[in-house]
């Protein structure tokens, strides 16, 4: 069964960038929708962003216009490219991978503090 595993995360001060990789262990072209959800502390998993193949991405109001969210499927990877990040965008940041069932990669704690 193909695995997904976050990396990139850290702790960034605010107006700072991260870039998030999600690497599949196997093809993701029978993926069609691949994205990203995060969890703050105290609060539920709130969706971030998500592209279909060849698609339009679509990501939530809080990100738009800092967040690009992208897929590589020769490479097997799903890349949130996050600039001018915010202290509200600290979470731990899970990609996950869906067709007829959902794949979850571990997650990748972001931190945004001074």
């Known amino acids: 069964q193909v695995q997904l595993v976050e990396s990139g995360g850290g702790l960034v001060q605010p107006g700072g960038s991260l870039r998030l990789s999600c690497a599949a262990s196997?093809?993701?072209?029978?993926?069609?929708?691949v994205g990203w959800y995060r969890r703050a502390p105290g609060k539920q998993r709130e969706f971030v962003a998500a592209?279909?193949?060849?698609?339009?991405?679509n990501y939530t109001d809080a990100v738009k216009g800092r967040f690009t969210i992208s897929r590589d499927n020769a490479k097997n990877l799903v890349i949130l490219q996050m600039n001018s990040l915010k202290p509200e965008d600290t979470a731990v940041y899970y990609c996950?991978?869906?067709?007829?069932?959902?794949?979850w990669g571990q997650g990748t704690q972001v931190t945004v503090s001074s």
């Open positions: 196997g093809s993701m072209f029978s993926f069609p929708v």
């Open positions: 592209m279909r193949s060849g698609g339009n991405p």
């Open positions: 996950y991978a869906s067709s007829t069932t959902i794949l």
